[in-house]
DNA sequence: ATTACCGGGTTGCTTTTTTAACCGAGTAAC
DNA sequence: GTTACTCGGTTAAAAAAGCAACCCGGTAAT
């Protein structure tokens, strides 16, 4: 139905795949900078053009794992059942993202995700191009939400809160406590913060 | 020197193996005109017109196998250090493929290999290919041997005296013996039929 | 100060691959 | 006796990938 999956696009939605897990797998071994597109293109075995026609910069290699999810939040207030209100609807969403430990929440232990998130945090380059993607997600929601300085401003404080959420989830878990343990506070803390939105 | 191993070429190795080795492995698993081209490039993940590009016709899907031995003989004689008589080099090779178990010399027990010659023999249009090839490789051997009816006559005997060889061989192994137990017998017929050569 | 290299990106140009459509022979359905 | 498959094989156009060469800013050696 929505997967018309031709040999063409089987194969680019590989190349990207390999190009990406090459450069994140790279990158948690050696260091961000420590790395070149050189290094990622020769173990992805493709060529430095091709790796830039699929990311457009080196930290898009990194963050392409949140640039995929670039937009959900407002996809999540558009695609609401009617009666339910935006703020319920995200709440509900960010609930769903817990209970499944999507690293989107920061709540998840596998030292994959710990080690990638902390890459990200602590390499000035990354966290700065991922304040850039929040605000184009920040505009996404705003427009979904209204017009106007209204829905701008909620916009912003929904994924402010998201943002604050994720990094406490995540600050426990680097701390050394388990995802497990961790839920009961991480979902109290978000019904909290949302309840406050209203 | 002779491996300017570059991506384009490491990856045209890979889909021409790939295509191959899809082939072969349906063929044996269905027989020969129980699969089409469709289903082989589909099993390779190619599309039909790059399978065409790299065999011409799909008998050669089969016989690659043997195609990439192709002016072998000549090669041989050619690279023969002075003072070697061609029909002795030529021994001297086929020995020395027995003694590897080379698949071409009839003499190999594994599986695949001896289901892959009777698809081979068993297929009728597989063996009128085959018996292409061979012709090929006589043209080139007589090129090697020199020129006139005389280089003619004798490369298409020792063409000959290998073909024997090599189904005599594969006979014994198809009748259940290994190609260990075979070995023997191998060497002392080869032995024979290359000595009634000169 | 110059030179030279290395890093992130880009620009043509060529080669390879996909796609969809087609040909011609065979063959089964009706 | 058409019609409509299927199968081996081909064609033309467009997408994608490779390659080599380049730009630019930084940094090391001389």
Not at 3 to 30: H, M, N, Q, Y
Not at 36 to 45: L, P
Not at 142 to 160: K, Y
């Amino acid at each position: 139905m929505s997967e018309p999956t031709g040999l063409r696009a089987r194969k680019k939605e590989r190349t990207r795949d390999a190009i990406g897990d090459a450069a994140v797998s790279l990158f948690l071994e050696r260091g961000f900078d420590r790395v070149s597109v050189n290094d990622i293109a020769a173990a992805a075995e493709i060529s430095k053009p091709t790796l830039f026609r699929y990311f457009p910069t080196k930290e898009d290699l990194v963050l392409h794992r949140f640039a995929d999810h670039l937009g959900e939040a407002a996809r999540v207030v558009r695609d609401r059942r009617s009666g339910v209100k935006p703020v319920t609807a995200l709440h509900r969403h960010f609930r769903a993202g817990l209970d499944r430990y999507d690293p989107v929440t920061g709540l998840n232990d596998h030292p994959e995700v710990v080690a990638f998130h902390r890459l990200v945090f602590t390499t000035p380059s990354l966290a700065a191009r991922l304040t850039q993607y929040q605000l184009e997600d920040e505009e996404a929601l705003a427009d979904a939400l209204g017009e106007g300085i209204q829905a701008r401003l909620r916009a912003a404080q929904v994924l402010a809160v998201q943002r604050v959420l994720a990094r406490t989830n995540w600050q426990k878990i680097a701390d050394g406590r388990t995802a497990h343990d961790v839920h009961p506070e991480a979902v109290a803390d978000a019904d909290q913060a949302f309840s406050q939105l209203r």
